[in-house]
């Protein structure tokens, strides 16, 4: 009787260890739910698609790694079109998007977006020319903002004013001139109207004799920053030339005594803006035809990664006053 029970007993405390020792390894193997939080990828192969950050339309998690692939749909689609529905990602001073940013591949250049960008902002990408995919890379630090939703549209029979005659000559320049001849209008590029274009001419017409001043609302303005804005610019009537990033300003420009018209050129094909013009009524102070007022949004790297200033003004006479983030930008 007792060796019986001593072998039940004993059989119970042996059935037990094996039951606890399988308990504890299936506990153990398997990603963590902070892992699946922190690296992610995401692929478009479709015409259109969707890409966003981890967590979205919540705070997207710390030390975050993302990969974005957008894969060719057709082969006669050879651009991209970007269109930002929600775009808040850290923007630390004086880093340069360093730290938290999306790194965006246009042919075969990348460059970084970082900061606030508003909502339906544009870009245009290129498919590199040896490859049916772009690449895009999210990265975060210690820092935590609402990410982004970037809406994915490859563009069909953009490859047809491609040409093979030269190895340096990618695209054919298409002739792109707009006029404005009412009270309101739009001043944008590019516009999707024509084909590949190196820049783009503007003629306002003076809507009524009493309309004596453009007032222009830069809603977006991104164009490559040089020198003196000697190269990528956009031409004022006045002789002035702006590039670098101005999205939110507003500027003032007089019609001349002389002619009803005002004439706007776009120079470089990496320009990107959308501009609303407004002509109003006197009185026309001579003085608030070079004004520049508003603030510079805080994504200064959009959309190219070597911009280090806000805004560059260059004018045939006058002074420049530096830019500080939050002021007025007034050139005297």
Avoid: W
Avoid at 22 to 32: H, I, L
Avoid at 165 to 194: H, K
């Amino acid at each position: 009787m007792k060796s019986l029970l001593l072998c039940g007993i004993f059989g119970f405390v042996l059935l037990g260890t094996v039951l606890t020792l399988g308990y504890n390894t299936q506990s153990t193997t398997g990603p963590t739910t902070e892992t699946h939080s922190k690296v992610c990828k995401q692929t478009v192969s479709e015409q259109y698609g969707l890409i966003h950050s981890p967590n979205f339309p919540d705070k997207y998690p710390r030390y975050s790694r993302c990969q974005y692939l957008v894969e060719k749909y057709s082969p006669d689609a050879c651009d991209v079109k970007l269109t930002i529905h929600t775009f808040e990602v850290t923007r630390m001073a004086f880093t340069n998007c360093s730290e938290d940013f999306l790194e965006i591949q246009d042919g075969t250049k990348k460059f970084r977006i970082c900061g606030d960008l508003p909502r339906g902002t544009k870009k245009f990408l290129s498919f590199p020319p040896d490859s049916d995919k772009l690449e895009f890379n999210f990265r975060s630090t210690f820092h935590q903002k609402n990410g982004f939703e970037i809406q994915v549209k490859q563009l069909p029979f953009s490859c047809r004013k491609r040409v093979t005659t030269t190895p340096a000559t990618t695209r054919t320049n298409v002739p792109c001139t707009r006029t404005v001849t009412g009270r309101q209008g739009f001043l944008r590029f590019p516009d999707g109207e024509d084909g590949a274009s190196d820049g783009c001419t503007y003629t306002i017409r003076r809507s009524e004799p009493r309309a004596c001043l453009l007032q222009m609302d830069f809603t977006t303005f991104e164009v490559p920053q040089s020198s003196e804005c000697n190269q990528d610019h956009l031409l004022l009537p006045d002789g002035q030339k702006l590039c670098g990033v101005l999205g939110g300003n507003r500027k003032y420009i007089q019609f001349p005594s002389s002619t009803d018209e005002l004439v706007i050129t776009s120079a470089g094909p990496n320009n990107s803006f959308n501009i609303q013009v407004t002509q109003l009524p006197g009185p026309c102070d001579l003085s608030t035809a070079s004004n520049f007022t508003g603030t510079v949004p805080s994504s200064e790297r959009f959309p190219d990664r070597k911009h280090k200033m806000n805004v560059s003004l260059t004018k045939k006479s006058g002074k420049v006053l530096p830019v500080k983030s939050g002021n007025i930008n007034h050139i005297r």
